[in-house]
């Protein structure tokens, strides 16, 4: 007898997918056969499930409802309030990341979580010796979040926290919270060009207590100009913070390809300002094409 199979597609393979873990240990527990590359699939399978997570990648997803198999679509990137059926989004994966709170106390007009999740609360907590977490605002409830920090020391656990960090919540305190954790590289957001004097206070409260470099995602493409773009990544780069080209919409303007192959380049960044990236010779036919 053939064994049942389904396919989960992450079009946004890059991304831990809650969603997608949930499906496969629901599906694995009947006993179905669950595939996630697609290229090596040579039967047919029961049903396809396909995640997106980013409106710009719809089309790619929307490719799918030509399979044979039923097709779900789902993800934020179909539709803002997707969810699982019930029975699926009760299943508790054996994982290593997820999810301490959901929601966010922020309304940043080019985020859909606010409007998706709501407001900030706490869903739970777990134990693991290396845990990727995806809250979307884990330091806007500072007794949430020393839990957190007391579990992670308690357990030695390491903690990786896959989105940026509201470094309007760091001050010194929260700073030696962090101090005291193990983490992987913080992860921080420079959104808009208004919040120079907070950027500069947590990199501030985080080098007096040993957290010197971290990684910033600057957004662009959104409300501002290149020359302002431009002005954040120098600011983060004087204060010797690495840079991560944030591209709203994934926008691949020739000028956002040079400065995120400028900021993602760990032989030139720090010793090269953008001008002098510029002139070196494998960046001739891009720079005219950018009209730089």
């Not at 101090?179 to 501030?204: C, W």
């Not at 910033?216 to 010797?240: H, K, P, Q, Y």
């Not at 900021?263 to 300002?273: A, C, G």
Request: charge should be positive; glycine fraction near 6%.
């Amino acid at each position: 007898m053939r064994k049942k199979r389904i396919l989960l597609v992450a079009i946004d393979s890059k991304y831990p997918n809650l969603a997608l873990a949930k499906i496969r240990t629901f599906y694995e527990c009947k006993g179905y056969e669950v595939v996630e590359n697609y290229k090596k699939l040579t039967q047919r399978v029961e049903v396809v499930y396909v995640s997106c997570l980013f409106t710009w990648n719809l089309d790619k997803a929307l490719t799918w409802l030509k399979c044979k198999s039923p097709v779900y679509l789902g993800g934020s990137g179909v539709n803002t309030f997707s969810q699982l059926p019930p029975e699926i989004d009760k299943v508790k994966p054996r994982i290593n990341w997820g999810y301490t709170s959901r929601g966010c106390v922020r309304r940043c007009p080019w985020c859909s979580v606010h409007v998706r999740e709501g407001g900030f609360r706490v869903v739970g907590d777990g134990k693991s010796k290396l845990v990727t977490l995806l809250d979307n605002n884990i330091l806007a409830d500072r007794t949430h979040f020393q839990k957190v920090a007391w579990q992670s020391l308690k357990y030695k656990i390491k903690v990786n926290f896959f989105q940026g960090l509201d470094y309007r919540f760091i001050d010194r305190i929260t700073a030696k919270i962090l101090q005291t954790m193990q983490h992987e590289r913080l992860r921080l957001s420079f959104d808009e060009p208004k919040n120079y004097d907070g950027v500069d206070k947590a990199i501030f409260e985080l080098d007096r207590v040993g957290i010197r470099q971290n990684t910033w995602f600057v957004l662009v493409g959104f409300n501002t100009s290149f020359n302002e773009d431009l002005a954040r990544i120098n600011f983060l780069r004087r204060r010797g913070q690495k840079v991560y080209l944030a591209r709203f919409d994934f926008k691949r303007t020739p000028r956002n390809i040079l400065l995120a192959r400028w900021t993602q380049s760990f032989k030139y960044f720090h010793k090269l300002n953008f001008q002098d990236f510029l002139s070196l010779p494998q960046n001739k036919s891009a720079r005219k094409r950018a009209s730089l």
